[in-house]
């Protein structure tokens, strides 16, 4: 079975600072992991992925994430947060070996950065 | 860039109607997917795609059905509304073997009000 978590349903921070979103997973074999951000009245729009290699996974907007196979998370990071960041963030897991071939979502995490 | 197009932003139908959702992509993708997305719930899968009139359900199919004639185009079906329907609906579509663990393309969502 496959799931994920995100321990926060919100993070504040400022303006300028440093931001990190968490997410942790469960999975039976090697994890494929994900991040998608959503503005408000928006869809969902695909952030970066983890597949293999290299832990330190770079994608849109300046946001990387870290794969920490050890601790079994993702969390997404950027080294200075924008107003214009506030959304909400989910992170995604599936199974590399595992029957489903559909990611688990986590809940969501809404990121406000305070200007 | 890819785009998946919902039909409706905003909907208010009538406990008991029969109710459409469209949603198509214009790159050729060969899966598609319904979800829906409730605060605090993340998003749950209703029904997926892989290919041309197949159809597999998700977590929560009861009370819904799809419908995927054409590759560009997949269809939620309400059978018979009710308020518990009440939900921001997102279509998404993915390339390739539905194994494989390509990022999704959402839609911009359908905010559904069953009265």
């Known amino acids: 079975a496959q799931s994920v978590a995100q321990p926060e349903d919100q993070v504040n921070v400022a303006e300028g600072n440093p931001l990190t979103v968490k997410c942790t997973y469960s999975?039976?074999?090697?994890?494929?992991l994900f991040w998608y951000v959503q503005y408000p009245n928006r869809g969902l729009q695909f952030l970066l992925k983890?597949?293999?290699?290299?832990?330190l996974v770079k994608g849109s907007y300046g946001f990387e994430a870290e794969f920490n196979k050890s601790q079994t998370s993702f969390h997404l990071k950027k080294p200075s947060a924008l107003v214009s960041d506030s959304a909400l963030y989910f992170c995604?897991?599936?199974?590399?070996?595992?029957?489903?071939?559909?990611?688990?979502f986590g809940r969501g995490t809404s990121l406000i950065v305070h200007p | 860039d890819v785009k998946v197009t919902q039909s409706s932003r905003y909907l208010v139908k009538r406990t008991g109607e029969k109710v459409f959702l469209e949603c198509v992509q214009d790159?050729?993708?060969?899966?598609m997917f319904w979800y829906r997305q409730d605060p605090g719930l993340g998003l749950r899968l209703i029904y997926f795609?892989?290919?041309?009139?197949?159809?597999e359900k998700g977590d929560i199919p009861e009370g819904y059905s799809v419908s995927r004639e054409k590759k560009e185009r997949f269809s939620l079906i309400l059978e018979s509304a009710s308020t518990n329907q009440t939900s921001m609906y997102l279509c998404?579509?993915?390339?390739?073997?539905?194994?494989?663990?390509?990022?999704?393309?959402f839609g911009s969502g359908t905010r559904l009000t069953v009265v």
């Open positions: 999975v039976s074999g090697n994890p494929y």
């Open positions: 998404a579509s993915s390339l390739g073997a539905v194994q494989l663990s390509n990022g999704y393309t």
């Open positions: 995604a897991v599936r199974d590399e070996t595992g029957g489903s071939y559909i990611p688990t």
């Open positions: 983890y597949i293999t290699g290299d832990n």
């Open positions: 790159m050729d993708h060969e899966n």
């Open positions: 795609s892989y290919d041309v009139k197949m159809k």
